[in-house]
């Protein structure tokens, strides 16, 4: 039988793009690849001001209904060999993830990244052994089911559609203003934090925590 005494761990749901990698480069020079390929006008420095959603959404801007799942799906394969190097650390990416695991806890990506591509990223900025698990291909009200069923106290991301996760999973929002959004419009649309980076969230993070266990 549990010991109803035991305190499940500390578990942190982190955002990949924007949040914890500019993956930036490597998603323009897809996307670059993708209009070569399909003799498609993209305008890729208007798609990586807008990252967040998935692929799905951003193809409908620039193909019919009917090509988007295709173009998608090709998208993804080539962004496995041609935009994961270079996926860098944002500031205070690596101290975050480590803060988690000094408090005992589990970070968790959870992402609208194809899985197998975020899992990739992670290797290629060093951050992969600081996460406990990966969850791909969700984004809002999709990632909040996943916090729930992870059992998620905070979840962190630099989008809107991060901060309805957060609300679905009645987790503490925290917003990062190094995506679209300004720490002002974050806070605007409900974050419960919001910090400029992630140089201060370790911080926070203690901060929390002894107040969650006190």
Known sequence: MADPNTQAPLTVGFDLDMTLID??????????????????????????????????????????????????????QLYAVHGVDGCDPLPGAVESLAAVRELGGRALVVT????????????????????SEVFGDVFAEGKGEILITEGAAVYVGDHLGDLVAARTAGAVGVGVATGPYTAAELTAEGADVSLPDLTGFPAWLAGYAGRASG
């Open 112 to 131: 609208g990244k194809h899985t197998p591509n975020a899992v990739l990223c992670l290797k290629s900025a060093g951050m992969a052994d600081a996460v």
């Open 23 to 76: 993956s930036r480069p490597g998603i323009k020079y897809t996307y670059d690849l993708v209009a070569e390929e399909f003799g498609v006008p993209i305008d890729s420095e208007l798609v990586i001001s807008r990252l967040g959603p998935p692929v799905e959404r951003e193809m409908a801007h620039w193909f019919p209904p009917e090509r988007v799942q295709e173009v998608s799906d090709r998208y993804r």
